[in-house]
């Protein structure tokens, strides 16, 4: 996956995944965040939280990027971690970003549980992931079929080899089952899946054609979810307002008058 960022198409998909990642994250507020996978991504750039956590897998590598001082000082730190088994303590992170750590994970459904563990109740997640329903995808499925017959290995391939694409819609279905309100969604990269650069930028036009007429079929979406409990609802700060004094119940006086008629 490193390798294939580095490529011209995978430096377009970096970009537009970066350009969503900063404008969903920047307004988020609290106090605890955390990237799981793609280093190469700096997911919680743009974030303002004072804790921020990127975990990778022990079998990624880190990439190597000179930053000067004040900017290393305000970055995430870096942790090795199984991405099924966070060292975080329930309802503890404000904030989990997900760039392509689902579709190469050993068990997505326990990422997934994993995640709506370590999120507080109103946290949110953004996951990032190939589109299988795209060129992208079509294109990686026919290099597979030409990679079992011709068991060579990687031949025809166009994305990375490892993890398995998980379909938009069945991401949904799968946050639901957690109890994850889905609040935003949106799908980019519509070029057709070129490994030249001055190819892709001869198709730069179907971008803005492709979120207009065929929006499901970008080669990547990106989405994000808060997580709702039941029965459980957030309130603000309770202000102490001084109780006013009762006011004194008027007293009403009713005067008799009789009538003296002179005789």
């Known amino acids: 996956m490193a390798q294939w960022l ?22 988020v507020f609290g106090f605890h965040a955390l990237q799981l996978g793609c280093p190469e991504l700096s997911g919680l750039e743009t974030n303002r939280m004072p804790h921020r956590w990127s975990a990778v897998d022990h079998a990624d590598t880190l990439p190597l990027v000179d930053c000067p001082p004040e900017q290393a000082a305000s ?47 109103e946290g949110r997640v953004a996951i990032v992931g190939f589109n299988p329903t795209s060129l992208w995808g079509l294109r990686q499925r026919c290099g597979r079929m030409r990679q079992s017959l011709a068991i060579q290995r990687d031949k025809g391939l166009f994305l990375p080899r490892a993890g398995e694409f998980i379909g938009y819609w069945r991401l949904r279905d799968w946050l639901r089952l957690l109890n994850f309100e889905i609040e935003a969604g949106r799908f980019g990269c519509y070029r057709p899946p070129l490994s030249s650069e001055r190819w892709l930028s001869r198709f730069q036009w179907m971008e ?39 006011a004194a119940p008027a007293v009403a006086a009713h005067h008799n008058h009789k009538e003296i008629n002179d005789c």
Not at 8 to 14: I, N
Request: hydrophobic share 50%.
């Open 6 to 27: 580095q490529t011209p198409a995978g430096r377009y998909l970096l970009a537009w995944e970066q350009q969503r990642l900063d404008a969903a994250v920047t307004d």
């Open 75 to 121: 970055s995430a730190i870096v942790l090795r971690c199984d991405f099924d088994a966070l060292p975080f303590p329930n309802a503890s992170l404000d904030l989990v970003v997900l760039p392509h750590a689902l579709e190469l994970a050993h068990d997505p459904h326990a990422v997934l549980r994993e995640v709506e563990r370590v999120l507080v109740p």
């Open 208 to 246: 803005r054609w492709g979120d207009r007429w065929w929006p499901v079929l970008g080669a990547v979406y990106f989405l994000v979810a808060v997580k709702r409990v039941r029965g459980m609802r957030l309130v603000g700060l309770a202000k102490s307002q001084r109780s006013k004094p009762k």
